[in-house]
Each structure stands twice: as structure tokens, then as C-alpha cells.
């Protein structure tokens, strides 16, 4: 497919804060996804407001969640409620000559949408399967699968990737032009989310998986 | 002050699934926020449910946020509507020998209230300075400081770390007792969010400064 904007902008999605660091296309937006192992999901219930973390990952158009039947997010996500999903990545503290032109870089992603529940066995099973795929690729043929019971316990839901925004700053400070004799040191401090050494349980067979040999020193991106 | 429990769970806090997992203790929700740059807020308005991602930072009881006066998530947070507050650190994927019992380790923080604006001028500029001295402790004496305009362009708000739940899960998989038998590796692939080598758009003049020097290699708890 070709890089395609996720949909014009509604009244949701519509940057009005600095809009130029606003991008609506389908590959930032799957990007972003897909360097993320969580999610934040905005909900309401008769309690109020919610923001609960959990673990996501994307297929085609879509991000999945999944948990236990009896959880309060799955359940109420069942319901259709109207759903507001952020991924955020920070890249970098921006230090600038003013504390006014101060920023962060950072990559983040909001979708607005309904939760629906994957009930067909095979997309399930294959939903999950993609999961672990994420995780650690190639693992799914050396662990015990998920049996019936634990299958039946285990809910999978999806929102579609059709309203949603991503906003992006990278690069340097920019300071005023009556700022830039102010002598300070300007330029970006970095952060990285990175892989570190494999904390090993047991050892298993044979030689250790490529998820586990290539896992330390690598940059998530 | 000694480590007190935030509050008792309210009816919002009371964590149903794994509830081992949960922790009510100030000293916990205070390292989770003083570890995060953003923070993502759920709030509902007319269009329906948002979750927006903001820089924030903490003092003493209170998680503080900042941004333009005209900025949409300031001014509906301004009018007192509830919100609800979201902090994620993923430390690490937990690959175990069945897919069930496959897990991530975390420490996520969700705090329940309202944001109040800080409105005298004294306390905003303290908020501020707080904000810069966790970005860049020192940073303050070296740059230029709002001027009139930036402040009052500015708005700063909190919410009281009063009704507030933290979730944390590390350490090694856990295997049902029949699975011991499989033979995989098990264990812990860590995720760390570190500092990487400084960006330097000007030097500025003397030394580097400390919080520079030592940036690079800083892992970020």
C-alpha cells in the first residue's frame, strides 16, 4: 500500500497547537505503533474518566489489546464505549537559550474509535500469535501455545486506525533571533529507549534464540 | 515525611486484576512520576473522550503541567472537568514457557482528580523553575528566564496526588508447575530508557555544563 493519510482531519484530530508538527500519515502513524509495547486507553464508565495502560500491537489497520475475560477494561471496551488510545515516545530534552523556546522531542499517536472484540477463532488465535511475533519472532514453535481453556479465558479486541493524529518534533532548539547571543549551551540531550542484557531464568535447549542473542544493545526505534 | 499509603483505594484505585501487583505507597508514585517527562490525560469535553499527551513534573503532593493559554487540553482542564492521569515505564518483556503466562514488567502510575491553575505569580514561577531544574538542574542561572510576555502567556496547573494507584510487576516468569518441563529459554528481556551522547548546537562558553557532562550514558529510572 502507499504511504496514504489515515483520514482528512475531524473535529478530534485537527492540531491546532503548533499544526505543524502534526502528521496524518499511515506510516508515521504505524511507526509509532509499532516501536511501543503499551498503550494509554481513555475511557468513561459511571465512575468517571479512566486511563489504563496495556499492552498493544498493530496489524494492517488495526491495534490490538488483549486480557482476561473478567477484566473491567475488556468488558467495558465490549460495550462499544467511546475509546481515546495515546503512544507516546520521548526522544530528547530540547535545551534552548530561552526557558520560553525549551521543548521535548517526541513522537506521539492518539486514536479515537470503538474497541471491538475479535470473536472469529482463527483471527484470534492468529491475533495472538502476531503478538508474540512482536515480542519475540520465532518463539511461538518453542513454548506451550495457549490451550482451550486459556484460549476461552483470553479476550482480543481491536480499534481501527481510522481517526487518529500523530504529532512529531526532532531536531535542534530554535531561539528567538535577539536570543542568540546568549552564551549557553544549546542542543539536545537524547533519550533511547534501549535493550539491555538478557536477564536469563533457564537456558532451554541448544543454542539461544535470535531474539535473545540479538536483543541486547539494540535500539527500540 | 514517612512512606504513607496515598490515600485508601477508592472505588477508581482498587486494582481487581492481580491485585498483588498494585501499590498505594507515596514513595512509589513519587518515583514513577519523578522518572517520566510526559504523562498522558484523559479528559471528556463535548467532542468525547480524550487522551493527550503532556511534559510534566512533580513537587511535593502534586503532578504540575504547563502549556500556551490557548491550548485546548489547558483550557477545558481549567474548568474543573475530571481528568484522569497515566505514567507508563516498560522494564521489560517476560518470556516464560507457556504464551499464557507471558508477561511485561512496568511500573505505571494512574491518578484520578481535577487540575487547578496556579494562579499567583510567585508559585507559577517556583513551578517553572521546578520544571527546568529536573530538565537541566542549574540550567536556570545560565539562560534567559521568561519575561513578562512568555509568563503570562503562560498557564501552569496541577492535581493533587490524592486518589492515585500504582501498578508494578518485575522479576523472573512465573510457570504453571506442568509447564517446568519445557524446554525453552526463559527469563527477562529488559527494556531501559537511557541518555545518549549530548546533540551540541553551541557550545556556549567555559565548561560543558554538568548536567550535559553527565547526561550520556545516564540510565533514566
Not at 7 to 29: C, F, G, K, M, V
Not at 39 to 61: L, M, Q, S, Y
Not at 161 to 170: F, G, H, N, Y
Request: glycine letters at 8%.
Amino acid at each position: 500500500m502507499t504511504d496514504t493519510a489515515v483520514a482528512p482531519p475531524s473535529a478530534r484530530t485537527r492540531i491546532r497547537r503548533i499544526a505543524e508538527n502534526a502528521d496524518y500519515q499511515r506510516s508515521t502513524l504505524h511507526a509509532i505503533i509499532d516501536a511501543a509495547y503499551v498503550c494509554h486507553i481513555a475511557f468513561v464508565d459511571d465512575k468517571g474518566t479512566h486511563n489504563i495502560p496495556t499492552a498493544c500491537w498493530r496489524e494492517g489497520e488495526h491495534l490490538y489489546i488483549h486480557g482476561s475475560n473478567g477484566g473491567r477494561l475488556l468488558k467495558l471496551l465490549a460495550g462499544g464505549t467511546q475509546a481515546c488510545v495515546a503512544i507516546t515516545h520521548v526522544d530528547g530534552l530540547v535545551l534552548a537559550r530561552s526557558a520560553f523556546n525549551h521543548s521535548m522531542n517526541y513522537r506521539s499517536a492518539v486514536i479515537y474509535g470503538s474497541f471491538e472484540r475479535v470473536t472469529e477463532d482463527a483471527a484470534k488465535r492468529a491475533a495472538l500469535d502476531a503478538f508474540m511475533d512482536k515480542l519475540a519472532p520465532g518463539r511461538n514453535a518453542e513454548i506451550r501455545r495457549g490451550n482451550d481453556k486459556e484460549f476461552a479465558a483470553t479476550t482480543v479486541m481491536r480499534i481501527a486506525l481510522d481517526e487518529a493524529v500523530c504529532k512529531l518534533r526532532s531536531g535542534p532548539p530554535i531561539d528567538d533571533a535577539e536570543d542568540m547571543g546568549i552564551p549557553v549551551w544549546t542542543g539536545v540531550l537524547p533519550l533511547v529507549q534501549t535493550q539491555a542484557a538478557p536477564v536469563e531464568d533457564a537456558p532451554g535447549p541448544g543454542d539461544v534464540p535470535a531474539y535473545v542473542r540479538q536483543w541486547q544493545g539494540s535500539v527500540t526505534v
